[in-house]
């Protein structure tokens, strides 16, 4: 069998990757959850909490939560995967950052209704897209990429378009930040 029947033949696996910020004296916890092409969980880990002190706060300004979320949650958690994924999702644009430290398409996804000046067709940005579910089952999305890789965007949108036809691609970030309050209320060790 050729590489192009091969990976033909292997279930596209997604990265889905976010964060919460706990009330506990404002520590942050990050989570990455790999699924299979139907939306089945392959792997879940999650970074033990991150707690910056004032000076770190005061020191760090704009520029903490980015480092925060990229080179203490994103790149760790990617280094720890057994599972490779074809494509990462992010919760939020802060993450968007981790492409420059990772070989595989990086993309803000959110639920249109999030986003309602988005452009379609040729008056769209180079760096999103307006992804329809074809099924009509659920809310269209809008795949954003990093401004300095907008091919992610379409990357992502050729990898996505038949699985968003079978269940919500944005969905499994809830189960992702459930799962993350789970591990910090239980007290439950980073993997």
């Known amino acids: 069998m050729g590489n192009e029947e091969e990976s033909a033949c292997q279930p596209t696996k997604i990265a889905f990757m976010g964060h919460r910020e706990f009330e506990d004296g404002g520590s942050y916890r990050g989570a990455i959850l790999v699924t299979d092409d139907w939306g089945k969980p392959l792997e879940f880990r999650c970074t033990a909490p991150v707690k910056p002190t004032s000076v770190q706060r005061t020191l760090y300004g704009s520029t903490l939560m980015p480092h925060i979320l990229v080179e203490l949650i994103a790149k760790p958690l990617m280094d720890a995967l057994n ?84 269940w919500d691609i944005v969905e499994p970030f809830e189960r992702l930040h459930k799962g993350l309050e789970y591990v910090h209320n239980e007290k439950v060790l980073a993997s």
């Open 83 to 166: 599972e490779k994924p074809a494509a990462a999702l992010v919760s939020e644009p802060l993450f968007l950052g981790l492409r420059h430290k990772v070989d595989l398409p990086v993309v803000w996804i959110r639920r249109q209704s999030i986003d309602i000046k988005v452009a379609t067709g040729a008056d769209r940005g180079d760096n999103n897209i307006l992804m329809n579910c074809e099924s009509g089952h659920f809310e269209p999305v809008i795949i954003e990429a990093h401004w300095e890789f907008p091919g992610d965007a379409d990357a992502c949108a050729r990898i996505l378009k038949e699985l968003f036809g079978r």
